[in-house]
T-cell receptor, first 113, second 115 residues
Framework: AQSVTQLDSQVPVFEEAPVELRCNYSSSVSVYLFWYVQYPNQGLQLLLKYLSGSTLVKGINGFEAEFNKSQTSFHLRKPSVHISDTAEYFC???????????FGAGTTVTVRA | GAVVSQHPSRVICKSGTSVKIECRSLDFQATTMFWYRQFPKQSLMLMAT?????????EQGVEKDKFLINHASLTLSTLTVTSAHPEDSSFYIC???????????FGDGTRLSIL
């Protein structure tokens, strides 16, 4: 089975500052990794995914993440955040031969002016 | 592309009522759909996996007679919460997988409140 640990439950950040959300995973098999964003009372929107290939993945809204197999990490970064980036962010993992997702507990990002 | 529509977005009803939630893939065929439950300020908990034309697979601890899932077509799965009680109040989210290809695409969720 796979599991995900999001190391920060809350991340306050000022507008135009960079942000990094940390995600570590555990798995005995090869994995696919995802970051999703959830705005209040809404479903999840995919930010980016790692399935294979380049370990640096670029997503929507200026986000990127780097897959580090040796450190079993998939940290999410954005060089300059906007007020509109205030949301809940979930890291998720699935085994590459399965479709089920295991989610981390989530990180609340609050962007202040 | 890859739009998933979930309906209704909010339901408020009396205890003992059965509530049906629909999940539709609008622009792709979804061989597999998933139903999740999310408690306030918590992560998503997978309830069941729904495959078109076959019985749903429920996660451990989820009552299949309580949460009825039907996946009658490649674009529609329904979750029926039978005889709902206040403890069933939650945010329910569906997702769909197109022809077995990642990633899952999520609906906007249904806020269920049982009085």
């Amino acid at each position: 089975a796979q599991s995900v640990t999001q190391l920060d439950s809350q991340v306050p950040v000022f507008e135009e500052a960079p942000v990094e959300l940390r995600c570590n995973y555990s798995s005995s098999v090869s994995v696919y990794l995802f970051w999703y964003v959830q705005y209040p009372n809404q479903g999840l929107q995919l930010l980016l995914k790692y399935l294979s290939g380049s370990t640096l993945v670029k997503g929507i809204n200026g986000f990127e993440a780097e897959f580090n197999k040796s450190q079993t990490s998939f940290h999410l970064r954005k060089p300059s955040v906007h007020i509109s980036d205030t949301a809940e962010y979930f890291c998720a993992v699935s085994a590459s031969n399965d479709y089920k997702l295991s989610f981390g507990a989530g990180t609340t990002v609050t962007v202040r002016a | 592309g890859a739009v998933v529509s979930q309906h209704p977005s909010r339901v408020i009803c009396k205890s003992g009522t059965s509530v049906k939630i629909e999940c539709r893939s609008l622009d792709f065929q979804a061989t597999t759909m998933f139903w999740y439950r999310q408690f306030p300020k918590q992560s998503l908990m997978l309830m069941a996996t729904s495959n078109e034309g076959s019985k749903a697979t429920y996660e451990q601890g989820v009552e299949k007679d309580k949460f009825l899932i039907n996946h009658a077509s490649l674009t529609l799965s329904t979750l029926t919460v039978t005889s709902a009680h206040p403890e069933d109040s939650s945010f329910y989210i569906c997702s769909a997988l197109g022809q077995g290809n990642q990633p899952q695409h999520f609906g906007d969720g249904t806020r269920l409140s049982i009085l």
